[in-house]
């Protein structure tokens, strides 16, 4: 096999990928806005996005600069342009998929008006789908690029290094900055004023809107994006280590995702057939699509590739644990668990918290046995080359699930638009029906993103173990336990960052919120205009302060432990950051999509209905679970795949 024309054609295929991306972007732009009353909230929102993105872009720059310096000083200079390359990417597939969710909401409302809920459907996944094939895409372009040039893994590492650094402080201050506007809001607006969501009298919804863009689809983007590239670069650095057909095992993983891009591709376009039905089914049924045809068109790769074709067994086991992770979120988030938090809320707030909590920590169970399976079977069919490939397998059609999960925020803003322009109550419920979908979505998508990060870790794992030659780690020296045990704390010292940074800018905006309300005459008689910008800048300026802290600690803790204990120690410190990480992960990002959804049952009618003391009840449940979901919980995938993969490109130093 020529894997120099074949390395061409992988990135080829990328390019198309792109410039596919590219064009729908545009096509979305060309569609109508709708009134000038929708035209300006859409601006806002979008300004205040890109002010956000920018500022957030500018510190990340002197960091990168930095540690572009240090692995230049303690490697070479090719794996510091790598770690450049995977930074760029993922700032890059941020800014594409921000501009075209921004751009996305209007048109979204506009196309409820004019052609109904099929429209309105298939332009919230165009605009969605932006952001998933620019993150497909670039992932294939860079790394193939450097397997083209170098097929070394010691410079390829730089670029998932490159990827994880840029996810966490997207994801982070993504999260504090999006969560502390939906808090704010919601307190003041909804609990002490008692208006509705999106209505335009409160000065916080438009920094809400915002959030949903930078948190949602920035931040979502920047962390599959991380996985992703991630699981292609361990597979690649455990199959650099075999003594046969090297290259053979290096190239397989960029073959899967390259086939995965086309199968999502046609997944996004099975919207203009699957339009009509009920908004949850169309968006499944596209995902099921480029699911099959990834699992057909996988086969014959690994089939012409290698000659070992157990490795596809592998391959399944990470797509078919994607997929009812996937369906374990949905059902905790959206099924009968949030019956019995929105039943909870007659009794009262603290009720609402309990019961809440209960459903998260249930919610743990069937998930993490779903990834214990499929280590299983991928260790059994193909071992630690396997379990590597089990994550590519997972992450293979990452176009189509980041697809529809950057439709979340776009269906968000388009009901926030129609509210705040007085659109009507039909295109209302169409676009609540479509934001409803996302937030099925979103829990779904986060799920996957969670059982994706697992075992990209675990790859990352298994390559640092090949890498630093252990074959096993050994609880009965102290050294190890130590590093076990600060290990397992990471998980929660980010955890009380993250959350306590999302309080602290919440506190500010329902102060601010507050002070609009009272000293702005006519405000809540809907006779004058809230100050909108003010409210975003708080929320930008906090989220920015307080992103630096954990994105600083977990690359420096792990580098720290490895040069004073030792990679045995090192080894056992990662073991209790995944082990910790990911089921803290699960529980917080499921108990807080459960407590949202309860509140929304209660919002339809169901015991109480709004303005109700039990929808009072609820609303606070929800505020409680935002910065979980949206802020921390996230955090953990982004945690546990950062400190690994920065773990294996130091380790060079610990031999």
Known sequence: ??????????????????????????????????????????????????????????????????????????????????????????MLAGFIGLKASTRSAVRTTQAAISGGMPEALEMALKGGSVMGL?????????????????????????????ASSIALFARVGGGIFTKSADVGADLVGKV???????????????????????????GMGADLFESYVGSIVATMA??????KSTLEFMILPLLLVTIGLLSSTMGVFSIYFLKRVRPQSALRNATYISGVLFIIGSYFAINSVTD??????????????????????????????????????????????????????????????TIVLAVFLAYKFGGLYGISLS?????????????????????????????????????RKITDELDATGNTTAAIGKGFAIGSAALTALAL????????????????????????????????????????????????????????????????????EPDYKTCIDIVTKGA????????????????????????????????????????????????????????????????????SESHAAAVVGDTVGDPLKDTAGPSMNILIKLMTVVSLVFAPLLL
């Open 1 to 90: 096999m020529n894997f120099s024309n074949f390395t061409i054609l992988i990135v080829f295929i990328g390019f198309i990928g792109l410039a596919l991306a590219l064009t729908i972007y545009f096509l979305v732009k060309k569609a109508p806005t709708g009134t000038d009353k929708m035209n300006y909230l859409s601006e806002i929102i979008h300004a205040g996005s890109m002010v956000f993105l920018r500022r957030e872009y500018s510190i990340i720059l002197v960091y990168i600069v930095v540690l572009f310096f240090i692995l230049w000083k303690l490697f070479s200079i090719y794996t510091s342009l790598s770690f450049l390359t995977g930074a760029v990417c993922s």
């Open 134 to 162: 620019s993150v497909a895409s670039l992932g294939i372009i860079g790394l193939g690029i450097f397997f083209f040039f170098f097929k070394d893994p010691k410079i390829i590492n730089g670029f998932a290094m490159g």
């Open 192 to 218: 002490e004023a008692r208006i509705p969501e999106d209505d335009p009298r409160n000065p916080g919804v438009i920094a809400d809107n915002v959030g949903d863009n930078v948190g949602d689809t920035a």
């Open 238 to 243: 455990i199959g650099a280590t075999f003594i």
């Open 308 to 369: 070992n074709i157990k490795l596809y067994w592998a391959v399944l086991a990470g797509l078919i644990a994607g997929v009812l992770i996937g369906l374990e979120s949905e059902f905790f988030t959206s099924g009968p668990p949030i019956k019995s938090i929105a039943k909870s809320a007659l009794s009262g707030k603290a009720t609402v918290i309990i019961t809440g909590f209960a459903v998260g920590f249930e919610s743990t169970v069937f998930p993490l046995l």
């Open 391 to 427: 994550a590519v397998g997972m992450l293979s059609i990452i176009g189509i699930v980041m697809s529809t999960d950057s439709y979340g925020p776009i269906a968000d803003n388009a009901g926030g638009i129609a509210e705040m322009s007085g659109a009507g109550e039909e295109i």
């Open 461 to 528: 794992f298994s390559a640092y173990q090949k890498t630093v030659g252990l074959s096993s780690i050994n609880l009965t020296e102290v050294d190890t336990v130590m590093g076990l045990l600060i290990g397992a704390l990471m998980p929660f010292i980010i955890t009380a960052l993250t959350m306590k940074s999302v309080g602290k800018t919440a506190n500010k905006m329902v102060q601010e919120i507050r002070r609009q309300f009272r000293e702005i005459k006519g405000l809540l008689d809907g006779k004058a």
């Open 544 to 611: 920015l302060l307080e992103m630096a802290l954990p994105g600083s600690i977990a690359i420096i803790v792990p580098i720290t432990i490895g040069l004073l204990l030792g990679p045995q120690a090192l080894g056992g410190f990662l073991a209790g950051a995944i082990s910790t990480g990911v089921l803290l992960g699960l529980f917080m990002v499921n108990a807080g999509a459960a407590w949202d959804n309860a509140k929304k049952l209660i919002e339809k009618g169901m015991y109480g209905g709004k303005g």
